[in-house]
């Protein structure tokens, strides 16, 4: 079974700019969680979807946004860009039947300039 | 959400056991207490979770206070690859999940 893709890798954007980021998660399962990870703050977690609706949100500001789609793909939007994004952004999945097992994607790393 | 307190740093040998504690004193009844880990340059990688018994899997034990105010994921034997910052969660069920700092493990040859 394929894991958690995340695309692209790696992004370079300017202040200002916005960018999104994709995931694919592991087949079957429909929880799909957003992290951001900085040195100084950690990991910390942006929001979760379920069958395309947001579950939970963390404490981010609305340049924050996301969304699942049917087939439970995600992507995460972030508008205005400011140099404090810069971060690497992970995506994990979660099946039904363990929904404290997330699985996690190698991470799309952030770099505005 | 229930708060952890977890070492910054341990330092184990290679195949020596290592115990990782968390104390997470404001848990309550409905928790799950849950360790992940994190390679260099990966994301993290779920490792066990338990709720009031002891837990075994192919990675790691956890062993859960009696009081459940603390636990210790138990790894048996250290290997080079078992060097990662091991973060200890503890939340409700269906709740998201909140890293702390977690504890950065380094493992001596």
């Known amino acids: 079974k394929a894991g958690v893709t995340q695309t692209p890798r790696y992004l370079i954007k300017t202040r200002g700019q916005q960018v999104t980021l994709s995931c694919s998660p592991i087949?079957?399962?429909?929880?799909v969680s957003w992290y951001q990870q900085t040195p100084g703050q950690g990991l910390q977690f942006l929001f979760e979807?379920?069958?395309?609706?947001?579950?939970n949100k963390g404490n981010f500001p609305g340049r924050f946004s996301g969304r699942q789609f049917s087939n439970s793909r995600s992507e995460m939007n972030v508008s205005t860009l400011e140099l404090g994004d810069s971060a690497l952004y992970l995506c994990?999945?979660?099946?039904?039947?363990?929904?404290?097992?997330?699985?996690f994607g190698q991470g799309t790393r952030l770099t505005v300039v | 959400d229930a708060k952890t307190t977890q070492p910054n740093s341990m330092e184990s040998n290679e195949e020596e056991p290592v115990h990782l504690p968390c104390n997470h004193s404001?848990?309550?009844?409905?928790?799950?207490i849950h360790w992940y880990r994190q390679l260099p340059s990966q994301g993290p990688e779920y490792v066990i979770h338990?709720?009031?018994s002891n837990v075994n899997n192919r990675m790691a034990s956890l062993a859960i206070a009696e009081d459940r105010k603390s636990s210790t994921l138990i790894l048996h034997r250290a290997t080079l690859r078992d060097a990662a910052v091991y973060y200890c969660?503890?939340?409700?069920?269906?709740?998201?999940?909140?890293f702390g700092a977690g504890t950065r493990l380094t493992v001596k040859p």
């Open positions: 994990a999945s979660s099946p039904e039947r363990a929904p404290r097992m997330a699985f």
């Open positions: 087949s079957g399962h429909r929880s």
């Open positions: 979807y379920f069958s395309e609706t947001q579950r």
């Open positions: 404001t848990i309550s009844g409905t928790d799950y």
């Open positions: 338990g709720l009031t």
């Open positions: 969660i503890v939340y409700p069920h269906n709740n998201d999940m909140r």
